[in-house]
């Protein structure tokens, strides 16, 4: 089935009205509608053969994802699946850095995240072929082969190839299948949650076993200490709290408010300031330790490159990889591997839709293949639209389960897509309806 060659591509604008409730709202996304840019790859295969991707956005914005899409699909369509996989870091460059097409990225915004939705789809396609979910086509790889689907360009002064091949080890795959990998919540306290829902959905919470879990900050000082004081009372001093800023700061700002809220202990201070400023973070992290806070960021790190920055000015302690922000898991093979050099702990960014069912093989990889440490490391987690998706995430005890059916798990419900394609769906058709009432 290697031999199948791509035919077709399709990808649709696909929106779930989560700002209705407030759902995914932090300091500065104040109204997000989880959305997708979702992609099939369809292949000329007897079996009917597809692969299934998808990058996320929160709402407006997400056609124009679609029209970059649209722009890379003449580089994938017409391909075999063993052409592409026979040189993947060829391929991964050839949309990465097309000629003409770089200029409106490059490795970064719109481009980027379009890139990750195809490669995405790709690497699905290839864990079906294999007959394996992602996470174990990885684990099973053979190292030199993984290692060649990774462009290093730009990065070798950080991690050389040679250096990769040493980061991967073969290892830890019982307690994974046993126990899953740990997870933190953040579907407790989105910014525009009232106390009332915080408080019961974070007592929830508790009673379903989480112990680590995850606070929006950064709009107004005053509530952001009511909020801390009330969840950490809640969660009791030995569970895990961490705080999310979502870039609302400047550096300076960001110093003195999180050191107003280091009386509640957070973990981390994730996204304080500027996702691009390196500088910024270092001086953030360095005035952070002593109280014993971290930096976390990465959500909106747009490549490697600036992964591979951010470590070498020790500006984070958390690295949070993301499976649709850089060029899929082409890009995010290195920056794992980056962050074991630098031996800075990987805590991935999940939630939105689809999220956590990509990120989950990414992390499974990094615990397998490259940490075998869970210290001080947890996968986020949140608790919407994965109704939608035909392999979703199976949590137990606070933990992801491995999943077991072959592909990367973000093959969507036909009917879900159907529902929610904007604006034509069922459900934007109802929403417009109810708007002109
Ligand atoms: C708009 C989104 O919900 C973000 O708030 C969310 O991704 C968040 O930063 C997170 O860390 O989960
Ligand atoms: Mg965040």
């Not at 604008?13 to 709202?25: A, I, N």
């Not at 379009?114 to 790889?141: C, F, H, Q, S, Y």
């Not at 973000?410 to 009917?415: A, T």
């Amino acid at each position: 089935m290697l031999e199948s060659k791509i035919t077709h591509l399709t990808v649709c604008d696909v929106r779930f009205p989560t700002s209705l409730e407030q759902h995914g709202s932090d300091a500065m996304h104040t109204d997000p509608d989880y959305s997708v840019a979702y992609v099939v790859l369809e292949t000329d295969s007897d079996a009917a053969l597809k692969g299934y991707g998808l990058t996320f956005t929160v709402g407006r914005g997400t056609e124009i994802v679609v029209c970059a899409v649209k722009a890379l699909s003449t580089l994938v369509v017409g391909k075999t699946l063993k052409e592409i996989i026979g040189d993947f870091r060829g391929f991964y460059r050839l949309l990465s850095s097309d000629g003409q097409m770089r200029w409106v990225g490059p490795e970064k915004g719109v481009i980027q995240l379009a890139t990750a939705a195809i490669l995405n789809a790709v690497w699905d396609l290839w864990a079906r072929v294999e007959g394996k979910p992602l996470w174990k086509l990885l684990v099973d790889m053979d190292p030199a082969k993984l290692i060649s689907c990774i462009d290093f360009r730009y990065i070798t002064d950080a991690l050389t190839e040679q250096e990769a091949l040493g980061e991967v080890i073969k290892d830890c795959l019982e307690q994974m299948l046993k126990e899953g990998y740990p997870a933190y919540t953040t579907s407790c306290a989105w910014l525009g949650y009232t106390d009332q829902q915080l408080t019961q959905l974070c007592s929830e919470a508790l009673a379903q076993g989480w112990t680590k879990f995850k606070v929006k900050v950064g709009a107004d000082l005053q509530d952001d200490i009511r909020r801390c004081s009330l969840i950490r009372k809640l969660i009791g001093p030995n569970n895990t709290l961490m705080i999310d800023a979502n870039q609302r700061w400047d550096v300076n700002e960001a110093i003195t408010w999180v050191t107003k809220l280091a009386e509640f202990h957070p973990l981390w201070i994730e996204e304080p300031t500027c996702p691009d400023d390196v500088l910024g973070h270092a001086s953030i992290s360095k005035a952070l330790a002593p109280l014993g806070i971290g930096v976390a960021t990465g959500e909106q790190c747009h490549n490697r490159v600036m992964f591979k920055q951010f470590l070498q000015a020790s500006a984070l302690q958390f690295v949070q990889i993301d499976s649709c922000r850089v060029g899929s898991v082409n890009e995010n093979l290195a920056i794992i591997l980056m962050a074991a050099k630098f031996n800075v702990p990987v805590c991935p960014h999940a939630g939105g839709v689809g999220l956590c069912e990509l990120v989950q093989h990414l992390i499974l990889f990094d615990y397998v293949s490259v940490s075998a440490s869970l210290n001080n490391r947890m996968c986020e987690y949140v608790d919407h639209l994965h109704e939608h998706f035909k392999s979703p995430t199976i949590i137990r005890n606070a933990h992801y389960i491995p999943p077991k059916d072959p592909g990367y798990s973000c093959e969507m419900l036909e009917e879900s897509v159907q529902k929610h394609q904007y604006p034509q769906g069922e459900v934007w058709r109802a929403i417009e309806q109810q708007g002109k009432q």
